[in-house]
């Protein structure tokens, strides 16, 4: 039985890799960050193949650094011996989070008082 995990993941600053893998599959890959607080960001690079990739890249993609991704992983295992430590995992489903509204003036003010 496979392992699932899923949450908020941020776009990391390497652009996503769209390509067409030798037997025809499009595949997706995608640099992203588990922010789990102050100095807490765990790494992933995240493959995601098939149709579905290819439809949810054409039209979401390109992606900005931060943008924010709402993941549903397959078998994440961490890679090491790697410069950085890093999580690997295939792609179950994606969603484009919107994002963050500016705070507004009100609520700064408020911040402030």
Request: proline share 9%.
């Amino acid at each position: 039985m496979p392992t699932l995990t899923s949450g908020r993941f941020f776009v990391g600053r390497q652009a996503a890799t769209p390509q067409v893998e030798q037997d025809g599959t499009f595949s997706l890959t995608l640099r992203v960050v588990d922010n789990q607080g102050l100095h807490a960001n765990e790494p992933y690079l995240v493959r995601w193949r098939g149709a579905e990739a290819q439809a949810w890249w054409a039209a979401n993609g390109p992606l900005r650094p931060g943008a924010a991704l709402q993941l549903e992983l397959l078998n994440p295992r961490a890679q090491l011996g790697l410069r950085v430590p890093e999580i690997h995992a295939q792609v179950s489903s994606c969603r484009l989070l919107p994002p963050r509204a500016a705070p507004t003036q009100q609520h700064t003010a408020a911040q402030t008082s």
